[in-house]
Nanobody, 116 residues
């Protein structure tokens, strides 16, 4: 069993920055893929970014490229999402995700609100 816990959400003005963190405990492994998804009110959950734990390679949805950066701290078993130049449309609940040996795990979500 794997447990994920997010932190770092809040309210930020458009153009500002926030950093989300996702710690993991339990049976994580080096072959995992960790990442972030988000869900805005009335919309489906969508992929934001992911990182391969083994080699650190990353992938982003087009709308966040150049603004968001996903990174990892192996020692802390934590994934981060640095969000810069935030836009109103970034407002959503952000969920941490881990894909480990064919099983998908989710955190409880953290609210990010971008205000004008």
């Amino acid at each position: 069993q794997v447990q994920l816990g997010e932190s770092g959400g809040g309210v930020v003005q458009a153009g500002g920055s926030l950093r989300l963190s996702c710690g993991a405990s339990g049976r994580t492994c080096s072959s995992a893929v960790r990442g972030w998804c988000r869900q805005a009110p009335g919309k489906e959950r969508e992929f934001v970014a992911r990182i391969n734990w083994s080699d650190g390679s990353t992938y982003y949805r087009d709308s966040v490229k150049g603004r968001f950066t996903i990174s990892r701290d192996n020692a802390k078993n934590t994934v981060y999402l640095q969000m810069n130049s935030q836009k109103l449309e970034d407002t959503a609940v952000y969920y941490c995700n881990a894909q480990i040996q064919g099983i998908s795990y989710w955190g409880q979500g953290t609210q990010v609100t971008v205000s004008s």
